[in-house]
C-alpha cells in the first residue's frame, strides 16, 4: 500500500536527520579515541575533547556544533550539524532550482574540517547534506584532503578509499565526483589546488522508483567511509617528528585554506550572507595562520615540491 | 594659450604618477625612521628596513611593492605604487562609468598597510588613486584606522588630523567622507566595523575649470596627512609593554581584518579577479591571524570593550 507523500516526506526528513546526528556523535567519538592515542604517545599533550554549542533558527530548525580545540592530535576539529526547515526556500537555492521559490523547505547536513597539529597529518574536510522543497529533493556532500606535504602513498590510499566506496554505489561516481572536487577546490588566484582533492557532488537525485533510497544509502555509506579514509592517515603520520621549519609551513599554507574558503567557498558565503552561526560557519577556518610576503619555498626542499604535487591526476591508476 | 587635450592629459598622468612614486619614497623614509627609533628603545629587536619587488603588466605600466617584514616597530609594512595603462578600460570599470567602454584608459595609486608588532598600536591602512578613461578622470582614495584597544584620544587625534587635512579643502569634505568610511569598513557578517573608521572616497571628480588641480591638491595633501594622523599615535603607544594576552588578542583580532579584506573589499577582490600580481594585492594582509571558536573575552576586560568602542561616532565633537 502507497504512503501519502507527507508522511513519507516526513519519515525521509527524520530518517537523514537522525543519520547526521548519529554520525555526529560517532565521528566525534572516534577523533576522541584518537585524541586519547595521541596523548598516550606524545606525554606533553593532553588529550582534546569535544566542546558543544547548540543554535536555534528563529525561522523554525537550529544546529549542533561540536569543536575540539588544542588537542594532542588536532589543533583544532569541529564537527557540525544542521536541520533547518521554513515556509519559503531561500531565493539562492530558488533560482539555481526552477518551480521551488515560494514553497517550504528542508534542509539538513553534517560537515566537518580538521586541522591537525602535525605538519605531517593532512587537513581533512567532508560534509554531506539533503534539501527538499515543494517535491523535489536531491543530496550533495563529497570529502577533501589537504596535506602540508605531499605523501604519493598517503593520497593514493585516500583516493582507493573513496573509489570503493563510490564503487560499492555506481561505476560512473568515482570518476565524476573526482574531477567535480577537482574543479570545486581549485585557488584560482594562485592557480593553485587546494588540496588532492577527493569527491564532491552537488545536486544528486537519482531517478527510478529506489532513487531517494539509493542516494540515501550512498550518503550513509559516505558518513561512513570518512574514518576509513582518513584515520590510518592520521596513525600513519601523527608521531613523525617535526620543528619550526615544518610548524612554519604548515601554518603559511593554512593561509591558503584560509583564501579559498573565504574566496571560493560557496557554503562559506551562503552562510556568511544568511546571516547564520556565524561561528558555526566559520568553524572550518584554520586556528592560526600566517603570510609571508613573496615567500618562496628553497628549491628542491619537500616544501617546494608541494605545489606540484597538488596537480590533479589519477591517483587510482593501476 | 589653451594646451592641446592630449598633451594635457599625458601632463597629468605624469605629474599624477610622479606624485605616488615620490610619496612611496617619501612614506618608506619615514617608517624606516620609525624603525631605527624603535629599535633603539627595544634593544632586543633589529630596525626592519622595505626590499623592493618590482612587476611589469604585459598590456603596459607596472608597479613597484616595497615590503618591511619583521621590524621592531612593525611586524609588517608594505607600500605599493602602481601605474598601468590599456587600450580597452575594463569591464568593471566601464560598467560603473557610462560611456567609457572601449576607450584606452590609464590608472595609478598608492596603497599601504600597516600591522605593528605592539598591539597596543593600531594597524592603519591607506590608499589614493588616479584615473582617466575617455576625457572622463576621477580620484579615489582614504586612510582608516584598526585598533587592538580602544584609546578614545588616539582615535579623536586621529580624526581631528583628518578633519584639519578636509577643512583645508572643502567644508563638506570631512563629514561626507568619514561616513563613507563607516559604511564601507563594516563587517556585516559579525555585525561590527573594522576599525574607528577615518575617511574614504569612490569618485572624487571636483567640476568647474579648476576640478582637476583641486583634487589633485586634495589627494597630494592626503599623501602628506598620511604620518601626520598616524605617526604620533606608534610614537604614544609603541614602548607600552605587552604580554602573551595582548599579543593573542591582537593576532583574533586579525583574522577580522583577514575576514574584511577577503570577503568585502572591493579592491582585493578586483585584483584577484583581474590576476594581478597575487603577492602586491595580498600584501594587506596580516603577518599571523588565529581564529578561536566562539572566542568572548572575559567581561569587563579591556579586550570585551573593543566592539562597542568601534561603533561610528562623532571623535571630533566639541
Redesign the interface.
Known amino acids: 500500500m502507497a504512503q501519502a507523500p507527507g508522511l513519507q516526506l516526513a519519515e525521509r526528513q527524520a530518517q537523514i536527520a537522525a543519520l547526521m546526528r548519529d554520525g555526529q556523535a560517532r565521528l566525534c567519538a572516534a577523533f576522541e579515541e584518537l585524541e586519547a592515542q595521541g596523548a598516550a604517545e606524545a606525554e606533553t599533550q593532553q588529550a582534546g575533547r569535544f566542546l558543544s554549542?547548540t543554535w536555534e533558527r528563529p525561522g523554525g530548525g537550529g544546529g549542533t556544533?561540536r569543536?575540539l580545540?588544542e588537542g594532542a592530535v588536532f589543533e583544532?576539529a569541529?564537527v557540525n550539524v544542521s536541520a533547518v526547515s521554513g515556509e519559503q526556500v531561500p531565493p539562492g537555492i530558488a533560482s539555481e532550482h526552477p518551480g521551488t521559490a515560494g514553497n517550504p523547505y528542508f534542509a539538513t547536513g553534517i560537515s566537518l574540517v580538521l586541522h591537525p597539529r602535525n605538519p605531517y597529518v593532512p587537513a581533512f574536510h567532508a560534509n554531506f547534506r539533503y534539501f527538499d522543497v515543494g517535491g523535489d529533493w536531491w543530496f550533495g556532500g563529497g570529502m577533501d584532503m589537504t596535506p602540508t606535504y605531499g605523501f604519493e602513498e598517503d593520497a593514493t590510499f585516500f583516493h582507493r578509499v573513496l573509489k570503493d566506496y563510490c564503487d560499492r554505489h555506481s561505476l560512473v561516481y568515482y570518476e565524476t565526483l573526482k574531477q567535480a572536487c577537482d574543479r570545486y577546490f581549485y585557488i584560482?588566484?594562485?592557480q593553485e589546488m587546494r588540496g588532492v582533492g577527493g569527491i564532491f557532488f552537488d545536486t544528486l537525485q537519482p531517478g527510478g522508483p529506489e532513487g531517494w533510497e539509493q542516494a540515501m544509502a550512498f550518503v550513509q555509506d559516505g558518513i561512513d567511509t570518512i574514518l576509513a579514509a582518513y584515520v590510518p592517515l592520521v596513525q600513519r603520520r601523527m608521531t613523525t617528528p617535526y620543528g619550526r621549519r615544518e610548524r612554519n609551513w604548515q601554518?603559511y599554507r593554512r593561509?591558503r585554506y584560509?583564501?579559498f574558503n573565504?574566496?571560493y567557498d560557496r557554503g562559506t558565503a551562503f552562510g556568511?550572507?544568511s546571516?547564520g552561526d556565524?561561528?558555526a560557519?566559520?568553524?572550518s577556518?584554520?586556528?592560526?595562520?600566517?603570510?609571508?610576503?613573496?615567500y618562496q619555498p628553497e628549491p628542491d626542499s619537500p616544501e617546494a615540491g608541494l605545489v606540484a604535487f597538488l596537480q590533479p591526476r589519477d591517483w587510482v591508476a593501476n
Chains 1, 2 share one sequence.
Open positions: 554549542s556544533s569543536v580545540t583544532r569541529g584560482k588566484h594562485r601554518i593561509g584560509v583564501e573565504l574566496v556568511l550572507q546571516g556565524i561561528e560557519v566559520l568553524m577556518m584554520p586556528p592560526v595562520a600566517r603570510w609571508d610576503f613573496c
